[in-house]
């Protein structure tokens, strides 16, 4: 049966891949679209996914909702695991395409969806809600929401919500089509130290613009399951890192769609 919460809440992957000028970005208050944005997510595993790609993208609106309290290496523990990812496509067929030894039968691989909610989503889901339970309900009655239908920002966050959609448009154009000349390459490592606020290790441009290294292969020469592996052991943690920075640290004022705006006295 589907959330009807979760049918309330905007799909995070809707939201976060969306034209950053379109108006249709917001919420119901505080924590709560924060819930639903989450339950909305677990319904997505639990449907299972119809591509690769698909995986690495919901792995990162999960470490979005979650605040980046997702455990640093499950991004790498997942996607270098052909037998998880098997497990995370909704087709039988597809499963068998990724690895020979994936579950035929729906029911394995529904349990192991189930694990991953249990083990890494609801635990990390719980902790960014302690984290953020204070900052966002301090602003979500009489402090400025009271009479807001919606809130505009993830979790009432700004500054949060201005990181995960940039780190998702990124993420989206390197699976899809990723660097392919070196300046291009170069453009593109500093964009991730940007929208990473300098999480990624030092000598990261350097073993980027490598020639003979695993990065300036995997970049020029397109979409493969190596370029997958490379994101998520070096950029998924250090967005990740970004992401758990921001929530511990910036005590944003939630910005709120539809607020009427008072005419100054005098």
Same mark, same amino acid.
């Given at each position: 049966?589907?959330?009807?919460?979760?049918?309330?809440?905007?799909?995070?992957?809707?939201?976060?891949?969306?034209?950053?000028?379109?108006?249709?970005?917001?919420?119901?208050?505080?924590?709560?679209?924060?819930?639903?944005?989450?339950?909305?997510?677990?319904?997505?595993?639990?449907?299972?996914?119809?591509?690769?790609?698909?995986?690495?993208?919901?792995?990162?609106?999960?470490?979005?909702?979650?605040?980046?309290?997702?455990?640093?290496?499950?991004?790498?523990?997942?996607?270098?695991?052909?037998?998880?990812?098997?497990?995370?496509?909704?087709?039988?067929?597809?499963?068998?395409?990724?690895?020979?030894?994936?579950?035929?039968?729906?029911?394995?691989?529904?349990?192991?969806? #189930?694990?991953?909610? $249990?083990? *890494?989503?609801?635990?990390?889901?719980?902790?960014? !809600?302690?984290?953020?339970?204070? /900052? %966002?309900?301090?602003?979500?009655?009489?402090?400025?929401?009271?009479?807001a239908e919606r809130i505009?920002?993830?979790?009432?966050?700004? #500054?949060?919500?201005? $990181?995960? *959609?940039?780190?998702?448009?990124?993420?989206?154009? !390197?699976?899809?089509?990723?660097? /392919? %000349?070196?300046?291009?390459?170069?453009?593109?490592?500093?964009?991730?130290?940007?929208?990473?606020?300098?999480?990624v290790r030092s000598g990261?441009?350097?073993?980027?613009?490598?020639?003979?290294?695993?990065?300036?292969?995997?970049?020029?020469?397109?979409?493969?399951?190596?370029?997958?592996w490379l994101l998520a052991?070096?950029?998924?943690?250090?967005?990740?890192?970004?992401?758990?920075?921001?929530?511990?640290?910036?005590?944003?004022?939630?910005?709120?769609?539809?607020?009427?705006?008072?005419?100054?006295?005098?």
């Open positions: 049966m589907t959330d009807p919460m979760a049918a309330d809440g905007h799909h995070a992957l809707k939201w976060l891949a969306s034209d950053v000028r379109s108006a249709d970005r917001s919420f119901a208050a505080g924590l709560d679209s924060l819930r639903a944005q989450q339950r909305h997510l677990q319904e997505s595993l639990r449907d299972g996914f119809q591509t690769r790609t698909e995986v690495l993208e919901w792995c990162h609106a999960v470490d979005v909702v979650s605040g980046g309290q997702t455990p640093e290496t499950w991004h790498e523990d997942l996607v270098k695991d052909r037998w998880k990812v098997a497990c995370l496509m909704a087709d039988s067929d597809d499963r068998a395409a990724i690895c020979d030894q994936a579950p035929r039968d729906d029911e394995t691989a529904d349990a192991f969806r #189930r694990k991953v909610i $249990r083990k *890494v989503l609801l635990p990390a889901f719980q902790s960014a !809600t302690e984290l953020l339970r204070e /900052r %966002v309900a301090e602003f979500s009655d009489e402090e400025g929401v009271k009479d505009q920002y993830v979790a009432g966050r700004p #500054r949060l919500h201005q $990181r995960a *959609v940039e780190q998702h448009g990124m993420l989206r154009s !390197t699976l899809r089509d990723p660097p /392919r %000349v070196e300046s291009e390459v170069m453009a593109w490592a500093e964009d991730i130290i940007h929208m990473t606020e300098g999480h990261f441009i350097e073993d980027v613009l490598d020639r003979h290294g695993d990065w300036w292969h995997s970049l020029t020469r397109g979409p493969s399951v190596r370029l997958e052991g070096e950029v998924f943690p250090a967005m990740n890192a970004t992401l758990s920075e921001l929530v511990t640290n910036s005590n944003e004022l939630a910005d709120v769609a539809g607020r009427p705006k008072e005419v100054p006295p005098g």
